[in-house]
């Protein structure tokens, strides 16, 4: 009983301790991350259909991403508007902060089982989960791609496909070796999953 009590004050002390600095930090991260927000969403559902979903991504890939449309390497009005603002720290703190969100479900379509079974037999081709990993969850500075917006997998596919998106070689070089078909089954699949 004893050793309970004074385990509850204990740790009633020692989440004091840690809520109020962390709550001072939270308000600078929270201010940056609201202009986000008006389009990758309050609870992490994206605005419009386009918009990619940024909670609960990887944080290394969060940030190649800021720091490619900061330098222009990665091309998008919106992207290269907003990130030309962030300093390096603001990107490396907005990328801890939205990859530590929970990923949202946007409750999109399975699969057909036709284009399960393409996607099944394009990735044992290509060995898309060699990099993006089993659940296609990613690692590191490779993105996760299970449950993202179907219509941005698919815009951003053609993208690398037509060079159009041209802040990585290796996936302009898969999306163009990879039939337009089998990309197509492979974001149907991806969005279900
Ligand atoms: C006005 C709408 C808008 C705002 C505000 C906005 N974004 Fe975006 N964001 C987009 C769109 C649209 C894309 C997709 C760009 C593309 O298709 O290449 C995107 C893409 C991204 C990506 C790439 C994700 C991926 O999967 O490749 C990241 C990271 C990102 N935004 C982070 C942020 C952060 C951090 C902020 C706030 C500082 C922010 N965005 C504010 C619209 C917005
Ligand atoms: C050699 C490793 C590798 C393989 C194999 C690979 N990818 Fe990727 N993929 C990456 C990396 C790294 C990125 C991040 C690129 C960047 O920094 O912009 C990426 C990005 C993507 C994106 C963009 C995600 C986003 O949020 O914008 C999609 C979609 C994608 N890959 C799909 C696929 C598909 C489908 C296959 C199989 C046909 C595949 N990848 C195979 C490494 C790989």
């Keep these: 009983m004893t050793v ?25 991260i929270d201010e940056k991350a609201a202009v986000c927000s008006s389009c990758h969403g309050e609870k992490g559902v994206p605005t419009e259909k386009n918009i990619p979903i940024i909670w609960g991504q990887q944080e290394g890939y969060l940030y190649l991403q800021l720091r490619d449309f ?4 990665r091309k998008n009005e919106i992207m290269n508007g907003i990130a030309e603002s962030l300093e390096k720290d ?22 057909s089982d036709a284009d399960v079974a393409a996607a099944k037999t394009a990735n044992s081709a290509v060995g898309c989960s ?20 179907h219509e941005y997998l698919t815009k951003t596919l053609a993208e690398f496909r037509s060079g159009e998106r041209a802040n990585n070689p290796g996936m302009t ?9 089998d990309l197509k089954a492979m974001e149907a699949y991806l969005a279900g999953l």
């Design 130 to 149: 060699a990099c993006h990993l089993d659940h296609f969850q990613g690692t590191g500075t490779v993105p996760r791609l299970s449950g993202q917006s």
């Design 70 to 73: 900061k330098k222009g390497a």
């Design 90 to 111: 603001d990107m490396k703190e907005l990328a801890a902060y939205f990859a530590a969100k929970s990923w949202p479900n946007l409750d999109q379509a399975s699969a």
């Design 4 to 28: 309970r009590r004074l385990g509850t004050c204990l740790s009633a002390a020692l989440l004091v301790s840690a809520v109020l600095p962390v709550s001072v930090r939270a308000d600078t």
């Design 173 to 181: 070089s898969l999306a163009q070796a990879t039939p337009e078909p």
